[in-house]
Every structure is written in C-alpha cells, then in structure tokens.
C-alpha cells in the first residue's frame, strides 16, 4: 500500500512552491517526520482526530518526535560527509577540469589573521602539491612609529609533495585569491604586502594580473613581479613549461597630475581670497573660507591642488599604500601621481573621518594624505566628527583604537573648509538681508569649536562679486602662474629645512614650536607689533606659532630674511578665531 504521507502531499505546496522559487531541493521537514513514523511502524490512527489548537496530545508529541528523528538523520549524514572529506585529504587529491584539486578549500588570511599553520595546493591535471605557507607583513605598530597594517603575505618554503620541487623557488612569494576555477582574483593591499616581501629577500613575486602594476612599483630593481590569470600558468612557470614575462614598471609622473585640475582663470574676482590660497600652497598652511553662497568658496577650494607641488616618490610610495589598503587603487594603475582631494558629505561620521571598522580601513583623514580635505558646510557637521580632526591636524597622523586592537596611519593633509556666515548664509550681506536672529547667528558658528579654530592658520571672508568684475575683460592669474610663485617660495623651504635638525619638514606649517623660535627671526618693529597684538588680542600660544609660520610664508613669497611688519600684519589679518568670534 502507498504510504499515507504521500496522500498528504497538498499540505506542502505552498513549500514547494517556495523551493521552485528558490531553486532548493528538499524534502519538507514534516513529510519528512511522517513518513519515518511509519517506517517505524507507528500508527496514525490518531492523526483522523480533530486537531486542538493547544498544540498538545499525541499527535503533537509524534510530530515532535518525528522532527528530532529528522534532525538526528540531518546530523548523522552530515557528520558522514566531513568524515570523508578528512579521510580524502590523506590520500591523492582528484583534479577538476581546470586543473585545481577539488578538496582544497583553504583560502588565504585575510587582513589581520596569522594563521601560519593553513595549507594551500594547486596543480595541473594529474599533479598536486600541498605547500607550507608562513605568514609575515607589515601589521602592528612598533616604537611609536606607525606602520601600515596589511593583509599577510604568505611565502612558500617547502613541498611535501608532488612533482614540483619548490626548494628551487625559496625566495618567491605569491599573493591573490585562489578561486575554484582555477582563476587568480585580485586583492587589497599588494604595494604593503610586496614591499614587505622585498624586505625579506623576496626575488620572484606571482600575482594576479590586474594587480601586476601596483606590485611592479615597490622593488623593481632587486624584486621581478609575474602577472598570472590562472594557477595553472603559475605551475607551468615553476616547472619551466611557459615562463611568465615579469611586469614593467609605469614611468612616475607627476607633471601631468595639474592638467586634471580647474584652472584659478576661471575664478573671477576674490583677490584676497586668491592671495590666501597662494599663502596656503606655499606654506602648506590649513584655510577657512567663510562668505555667502555664490561666493566662489568651493571653486576655490577645488583649484587649490593645481598650484601644489608635484608628489616626490616618497609621498606618491605612502598615498599609494593608504589607497591600496582601502580597496580604491584601480585596477592597471601605479604609484598615484596627483594629489588627492577628497570632499566628504557633512552627513560623514566620526569613524568614516578617522577610519576603523570591523576591519581596520583608512578614513577620509588618512585618504586626503599628503592631499587636500575639503569640508563644505563645515557647521552643519557633527561635533563629533569635527573633532575627530584635531589630531591629524596638530600630529600628520591618527590613532584609531578598536575592540579588536589600534592603528595608526598617516594623515598629513590640508583642511580646506567652507561655511556660511549664518544659517541662511546672508549675514553681513550689501544687499540681502538676514533672517537669522543674533542668538540663532552665534548658535551657528558656535558649532565649530574653539580648539579647531585655533588649528586653522587662514581665515578668509569672501565678499559677493560684483557685476564689472564678473564682466572685466582683464584676465585673472592663471593657475600655472599662481604655481611659479609657489614652487619658487617651496624651494627656499628645502634648502632651508635641508640642514640638520630639521627631519621631517618639508614647508613651514611642519615646523615645532622649538624650531619657530629658531626659523621666525623678526625686524624690532615686527616683535613690538607681535607683542601688542598677543596681548590685544588674547592669543593663545598655539595661536602665536600659526601667525609666525604663516608671516614666515609670506616672507618667503617676497623673498625676505627676517619677518617684517608687513608680513606680520598680513598674517595677523587671517586670524580664523577672532573673525567668528566677532
């Protein structure tokens, strides 16, 4: 006789149904029950009975039974499975059709494991080999220096089995991501991971081919880099079939990097503005530009790099690592060449600023390294994220601390920052009037605190243009003319900061407070007018170093020694502090 569980098929539709949909094939738990109660033997001859809605009686307990019984089958079969998996991993591994044994299911460390007990294989068809890896990189921070923290590069030492004999290849390294086909996918953070390995002795580095270019820049003269697609060109190349052509290097330029950039020409008016942005390329110094919309602060703001210096090697090497970490290098491209300019919306949390994560990524801060931060609306900000910003500012680095450890990276950038003067952003305006009240007015601007402030070396209020300069037919200072007087004020930096006890500096915003001492050296007119206004003022001593090394820019600009008094008033007319205050 046919069992009853199949009369009672309808029951389930609805989870078969489901399982066309999801394209799962099982059998439902509960015919699954029923029919081992009477494979059992167990009668049914209660099931006829009307059901009761308390859920109790002996149907109940039957169907209960019935799923444990389903659950201990589900438990035994699974259980069997993995038992025969362990056994296959002691004898010769079967190979699929891409040439890959199938009972390698290892993947690779990701960021901040050091399982260096894991076992990888990859063959050709007929051929395994199980190879030891032990794990080493860049990952903690030592000394109080930091360090990069990347994924772990795994370098293979020893066979144990197989045709190939990897003694031959002590000193290569392979890195990627295995996939079940046999293909090579690409990875994060392979420029920290391959100088890592040419720290080591690594001569021979395999890895997928999208990521050949970004590995190709760290040791090209003591470390050959061989681009693969799959494992099986990675075998062949090891046992001489088909050798793989080691990656070229992509030539560094940084000269092109200023053609991607808006051009100042196009910023009519704001000469003020203008002269400030010039003073904060020169000196590296941070600004805020405060007016009403539509006063041109953003264009400003976004043309600032295309008056910087190139990258040396040296930053491109550090900026290229942080991008390569976060997963935001394209693919093909290497060292980056242009200073990056990163605007994150004012909607941005603390930890998208400073970084972390379950695993540790960069943030906006460390991404904007050796570049420029630009925060349009800088109130409308949380205070939390806002105040994220002050150890960056004051260290060129920041410490993300974590449940699951801390690190440290590098965030030596230039905070470009715009605000409104008010809520409706018509505050001291010629010809609009303001609806904000004075108490909504200092609300406003109280949003941005104090301390930050006080981090900011050039403040800047942009009046509205007016019509005849929008229309003027002279031609505004083009970029590329801005550029000379900037490299030519960036040149006596260098030779200046050259000299000994100066490691570290690179322009004037660099400089400690002791080295100020020893760099800002004022005319007697300049000290008497400093003194004054330190005093007139309330000047903080933090504030007093940014007004030096900003009249030490302006100096610089005009080719003066000593700081006179036109430089110190200047410097004195940026102050961010004061302005919001007033």
């Known amino acids: 006789a046919r069992p009853n569980w199949l009369h009672r098929q309808k029951k389930y539709d609805k989870m078969g149904a489901h399982s066309k949909i999801t394209g799962q094939k099982y059998l439902p738990v509960g015919i699954i029950a029923e029919s081992w109660t009477e494979i059992m033997g167990i009668s049914h001859e209660y099931h006829s009975a009307p059901r009761r809605r308390t859920g109790g009686g002996i149907s109940g307990k039957l169907r209960l039974a019935g799923v444990i019984v389903a659950i201990l089958l589900v438990a035994y079969a699974v259980t069997a499975i993995l038992e025969k998996g362990t056994a296959a991993e002691d004898s010769t591994p079967q190979t699929s059709a891409g040439g890959i044994a199938q009972n390698i299911l290892a993947p690779l460390p990701m960021q901040g494991e050091t399982d260096s007990g894991s076992e990888s294989a990859a063959g050709d068809s007929g051929t395994a080999q199980a190879v030891q890896l ?86 090209a003269d003591t470390m050959a880099v061989y681009p693969a697609h799959t494992a099986r060109e990675v ?14 290097v992509i030539p560094f330029d940084p000269e092109g990097a200023w053609q991607q950039v808006p051009d100042f020409a196009d910023v009519m008016g704001q000469s003020l503005a203008r002269r400030a942005m010039v003073i904060a390329a020169a000196g590296g ?33 550090e900026t290229t690592k942080i991008y390569s970490i976060a997963g935001q290098l394209p693919q093909g491209r290497g060292l980056i060449s242009a200073r990056p300019f990163r605007s994150p919306h004012h909607s941005a949390s603390a ?42 500012l004051e260290d060129g680095c920041i410490t993300v601390s974590r449940a699951a450890g801390s690190a440290t990276y590098p965030s030596r950038f230039q905070l470009v920052a715009a605000m409104n003067p008010c809520k409706c952003g018509y505050y001291g305006h010629p010809t609009r009037a303001c609806t904000c009240s004075p108490s909504a007015v200092r609300q406003y601007r109280s949003r941005v605190s104090g301390p930050l402030l006080d981090r900011i070396d050039l403040c800047v209020e942009m009046d509205p243009i007016a019509f005849d300069e929008l229309h003027t037919a002279a031609p505004s200072e083009s970029s590329a ?36 001492r020893r760099i800002c050296r004022m005319t007697p007119g300049a000290e008497q007018l400093l003194r004054s206004s330190y005093d007139a003022l309330g000047l903080s001593a933090r504030a007093h170093d940014r007004i030096l090394r900003v009249a030490r820019t302006v100096a610089d600009l005009a080719g003066k020694t000593l700081l006179d008094e036109d430089s110190l008033l200047e410097a004195l007319q940026y102050r961010a502090q004061e302005k919001l205050d007033g």
Do not use: W
């Not at 075998?235 to 070229?248: D, M, N, T």
């Not at 991404?367 to 630009?374: I, Q």
């Open 351 to 392: 930890a998208a600023l400073a970084g972390g994560g379950a695993q540790f990524r960069p943030g906006e801060c460390s991404l904007a390294n050796c570049g420029v931060l630009f925060l349009d609306e800088l109130p409308e900000f949380s205070r939390e994220s806002l105040e994220v910003l002050r150890q960056p």
């Open 285 to 317: 110094h941070n600004v805020l530009l405060t007016g009403a919309p539509g006063t041109g602060k953003s264009m400003l703001a976004k043309r600032l790099p295309g008056i910087l210096p190139p990258l040396t090697r040296e930053e491109a090497v």
């Open 235 to 248: 075998v062949e190349a090891l046992k001489g079939i088909r050798p793989l052509s080691p990656a070229a």
């Open 134 to 219: 032990e794990s080493f990189g860049p990952a903690r921070q030592t000394d109080g220096a930091y360090t990069i923290k990347a994924y772990d590069a795994s370098v293979i030492r020893q066979p144990t089995c197989g045709q190939v004999d990897l003694s031959y290849f002590s000193d290569a390294a392979f890195l990627g991501e295995l996939a079940l086909d046999g293909s090579l996918r690409p990875v994060s953070g392979v420029l920290p991971m391959a100088l890592a390995a040419a720290e080591h002795g690594i001569r021979a580095l395999y890895v997928p081919a999208e990521n050949a270019a970004e590995a190709a820049e760290a040791c």
């Open 481 to 516: 003319e801005l550029r000379k007087q900037v490299l030519a004020a960036r040149a006596i930096q260098a030779k200046r900061y050259a000299a000994p006890g100066f490691k570290g500096v690179y322009c004037n915003a660099q400089l400690n407070a002791g080295q100020v």
